[in-house]
C-alpha cells in the first residue's frame, strides 16, 4: 500500500490531481509548488519531468518543459530536489514522463530513487506494455511503486481489460483523442465515458487533457473518481504566479 | 523482398520496436497487424510496380562514370535516383504508402519533412489518387529549401510550419506525430524514411529496397557480377542507404558503407553524426543511437543538408552498424559541397546536397583499379541551388 492506494481507499470521488513540469517557471520552484498545492487541498500531484521531444503533449506543457530543460532540470537534479520531500508533506506524488531520460539516468537506479524519496508512481506514457513487464513490472512490485497507464477513446474493450490487470493505483483516461491542453469538447465523450463506466474495472480511474475549469472537472467527475489538470494550472503559474495565494486562488476556480 | 526482416515486435537486435504512447497505440497497431499481408499481396505488387515504372519512371539507370572513374581509380558506377520522378528516391515509398492507406480506407494523408523532396513525394502521390495532405516542415527548412515548399502547394498540399524546438525535420516529425494523435481513426502518416515505430522501418525499407533489387540486375548486366565491392550511401534517417543496402546485406562480399552528416565537424558542436556522436535511446517511436545530452534531452543537430539534419537514425542501420555489417562514416559541409561541384563539372549532373555525401567519401577511399563502387545518387540538387549559388558564388 502506498500513498495512492490510501488516497482511493479513502476517498471515491471529485478527487483533483495537478500535473506541473518539475523546474518550471524557475528550477527551484518544485518543492514549494507541491507544498502550496497540498495546502490548498489537492489530493494527488503529477510531476512532470521535462523532455525536449514531447510527442504526446501540446503547445502549453512543450513549452514548460523547454523552459525548465533551459532552466537546468533533468531527473538527477529533480531527484536532488525532492529528497526531503517526505518531511514536509504526504500528498501522493507520481513522476511523469518519457522512457529516453530515464534510460540515460538508468533505469533500476530510476526506480531506487523514487522509492528513496518517496515518490509513489510513475506515467510512462511511451513505455510499451510489453517492456514494462519484462524490464520494470518485478521491481516496482517488489518496491511498491505504482506503475498508472493510459487508455484513449480509442483503446479496444480487450485492451482495456489488459490494461486493467497491469496498471496499478488508478487508470488515466485519455478524455479525447488529442494531446494535451487541448479543448475539444468533452460533452461528445459521454458515450466513451459511459462505456468504461460499465466495464466495472477494478482499478479506479481519473480523466485527464483538456480539464481546465469548475465546469469540465465537475463533468469529468460524474462519470470517474476525479479528474486531472496540467495545461490549464500551467497557464495559471505563468500569469499568477507561485505563491500560496495563487495556488489557492486556482484551487478555488475548481473547487469553489 | 522478404530476406532481411525484423522481428515480430519490430527489432533488428536490440533497436526498433514501438514505444509510443497509448494515443498512438491504436494508429501503430493497425498498421503492424495490416501491413505484411497488403503489401505481400499479387494485387497490390502489381498496382505498386507498374506505377514504379510508368509514373516514376523505373528502372532508374546505373550510370557508369568514366570521369569519377579515372578520377578515383576505380570503377565507379551512379545510381541515378535523382532520374525519379519528382528527383529522389522518396517517392518509391511515397507510392508504396499511397496505396497501403488506400486499402486502409485512409481519408487524409500527413507527412513530415526535411529537405523537402519526402513532401513533395507524398503530395504528388496524393494528388494522382486525389487523397488530401498535410505536410510537416520545419520553419528553418521552410526558408532553406523555398522551390519544394512551393512545389508542394503547387501540388494541393497544406504546409505547416514546425516551430518548437531547433524548427528543422525532428521537430516537424513531432508535430505530424501529435497531428496523428489528434486524428487516428481516417488519418494516415507516410513517415519518409527508415524510422518511427515498427512497422515503418522494415515497411520503408521494402518500399526502397527496389534500388538495390536494380542495381543487382544492372550491374550483372554491365560486369557480369550482380555484387559490388562497395555501396555508399549517404544517412540521415536511412531510407536511401537501406534501400541501395537492402539486397546485399546477405552477401557476403559487398562492403556498406553509410555516410553521415559531419556538419562543420564531427566535433564542432555543429553536426548530425549519429553514429559518431550518439548513444543508445529512444527517438520517435524507435529504439536506436541518437545525438542527446547525458540527461537525455535529444540534441539539435546541424547539417547544411536538410534532408540530413536528423539526430536519430533508422533502428535498422543502428543494428547494421553494431554488427559490423555496415561501415559508418562521415563527412563535412565544405566536403559535401566540394563534391557537389565537381559532379556537376565532370559529369554535368547537379546532385542533392544529401547526395553529394555518399560522393564527398569517395576521395577518402583505398580503392583498387578494378573495385566495382556503387554509389547511390539519391536525389537532383534543384532544390539546393540556392545555397550552390552562395557558397560557389555563381
Request: with cysteine; charged share 20%.
Amino acid at each position: 500500500m502506498n500513498r495512492i492506494h490510501n488516497l482511493f481507499g479513502r476517498k471515491k470521488e471529485n478527487i483533483l490531481s495537478i500535473y506541473f513540469t518539475a523546474g518550471y517557471p524557475s528550477l527551484d520552484d518544485t518543492t514549494q509548488i507541491i507544498r502550496h498545492l497540498d495546502a490548498a487541498g489537492v489530493d494527488l500531484i503529477e510531476l512532470g519531468m521535462p523532455f525536449s521531444d514531447p510527442l504526446a503533449d501540446g503547445p502549453v506543457i512543450q513549452e514548460s518543459g523547454q523552459k525548465a530543460i533551459q532552466n537546468g532540470m533533468s531527473v538527477k537534479v529533480l531527484f536532488e530536489q525532492l529528497k526531503d520531500l517526505r518531511s514536509s508533506t504526504e500528498i501522493p506524488v507520481i513522476l511523469m514522463g518519457y522512457l529516453n531520460p530515464i534510460l540515460q539516468f538508468g533505469e533500476e537506479q530510476f526506480i531506487e530513487k523514487c522509492v528513496g524519496t518517496g515518490i509513489d508512481g510513475v506515467i510512462i506514457p511511451d513505455m510499451p506494455l510489453p517492456y514494462y513487464k519484462e524490464h520494470w513490472e518485478q521491481l516496482c512490485r517488489k518496491k511498491g511503486l505504482s506503475n498508472i497507464l493510459l487508455i484513449t477513446p480509442e483503446t479496444t474493450d480487450s485492451r482495456i481489460a489488459e490494461i486493467d490487470v497491469n496498471s496499478d493505483g488508478f487508470i488515466y483516461m485519455v478524455s479525447s483523442n488529442s494531446i494535451t491542453g487541448s479543448n475539444k469538447a468533452m460533452d461528445l465523450q459521454k458515450g466513451y465515458f459511459e462505456r468504461i463506466e460499465k466495464m466495472e474495472l477494478r482499478n479506479p480511474r481519473l480523466i485527464g487533457f483538456g480539464i481546465h475549469d469548475q465546469q469540465s472537472f465537475d463533468n469529468a467527475c460524474s462519470y470517474s473518481n476525479g479528474a486531472i489538470i496540467g495545461s490549464a494550472f500551467i497557464n495559471h503559474l505563468s500569469k499568477e504566479g507561485t505563491s500560496a495565494d495563487s495556488i489557492q486562488k486556482f484551487y478555488k476556480k475548481i473547487k469553489p | 523482398m522478404q530476406s532481411f526482416n525484423p522481428t515480430e515486435a519490430g527489432f533488428y537486435g536490440e533497436f526498433g520496436g514501438a514505444f509510443v504512447p497509448e494515443m498512438l497505440f491504436p494508429n501503430v497497431d493497425e498498421l503492424q497487424r495490416e501491413y505484411r499481408s497488403i503489401i505481400h499481396s499479387d494485387s497490390f505488387q502489381e498496382e505498386f510496380r507498374a506505377l514504379l515504372k510508368d509514373y516514376v519512371g523505373r528502372p532508374t539507370p546505373l550510370f557508369y562514370s568514366a570521369n569519377l572513374s579515372s578520377e578515383f581509380n576505380a570503377q565507379i558506377y551512379l545510381k541515378r535516383e535523382d532520374l525519379n520522378h519528382t528527383g529522389a528516391h522518396k517517392i518509391n515509398n511515397t507510392v508504396g504508402q499511397i496505396l497501403l492507406a488506400k486499402r486502409l480506407n485512409k481519408k487524409h494523408i500527413i507527412a513530415e519533412t526535411g529537405a523537402g523532396q519526402h513532401g513533395v513525394a507524398t503530395a504528388t502521390a496524393c494528388a494522382l489518387m486525389g487523397i488530401g495532405c498535410t505536410i510537416f516542415m520545419g520553419e528553418v527548412d521552410i526558408e532553406r529549401q523555398m522551390p519544394n515548399v512551393e512545389r508542394m502547394k503547387l501540388l494541393g498540399a497544406k504546409v505547416v510550419p514546425a516551430t518548437s524546438g531547433s524548427r528543422t525535420l525532428k521537430d516537424a516529425t513531432n508535430e505530424a506525430i501529435r497531428e496523428w494523435i489528434n486524428n487516428p481513426v481516417d488519418t494516415h502518416y507516410i513517415i519518409g524514411s527508415v524510422v518511427g515505430p515498427h512497422p515503418y522501418p522494415d515497411m520503408v525499407s521494402k518500399f526502397q529496397s527496389v534500388i538495390s533489387e536494380e542495381i543487382k540486375a544492372q550491374l550483372k548486366e554491365k560486369t557480369g557480377s550482380s555484387e559490388p565491392d562497395y555501396i555508399l550511401a549517404c544517412l540521415g534517417g536511412g531510407s536511401n542507404a537501406i534501400g541501395a543496402f537492402y539486397h546485399f546485406i546477405d552477401n557476403g562480399k559487398t562492403k556498406l558503407i553509410a555516410v553521415e552528416a559531419g556538419g562543420e565537424g564531427v566535433h564542432s558542436g555543429r553536426t548530425a553524426a549519429t553514429i559518431a556522436l550518439g548513444r543508445k535511446g529512444i527517438i520517435h517511436g524507435s529504439k536506436t543511437y541518437l545525438i542527446q545530452t547525458d540527461d537525455g534531452q535529444i540534441t539539435e543537430p546541424h547539417s547544411i543538408s536538410a534532408g540530413l539534419d536528423y539526430p536519430g537514425i533508422g533502428p535498422v542501420h543502428a543494428y547494421l552498424h553494431d554488427t559490423g555489417r555496415a561501415q559508418v562514416v562521415s563527412v563535412t559541409d565544405a566536403e559535401a559541397l566540394d563534391a557537389a561541384f565537381q559532379l556537376s563539372r565532370k559529369d554535368g549532373i547537379i546532385p542533392a546536397l544529401e547526395s553529394a555525401h555518399a560522393l564527398a567519401y569517395l576521395p577518402k577511399m583505398k580503392l583498387r583499379k578494378d573495385d566495382v563502387v556503387v554509389v547511390n545518387l539519391s536525389g537532383r540538387g534543384d532544390k539546393d541551388m540556392m545555397t550552390y549559388k552562395k557558397h560557389f558564388e555563381l
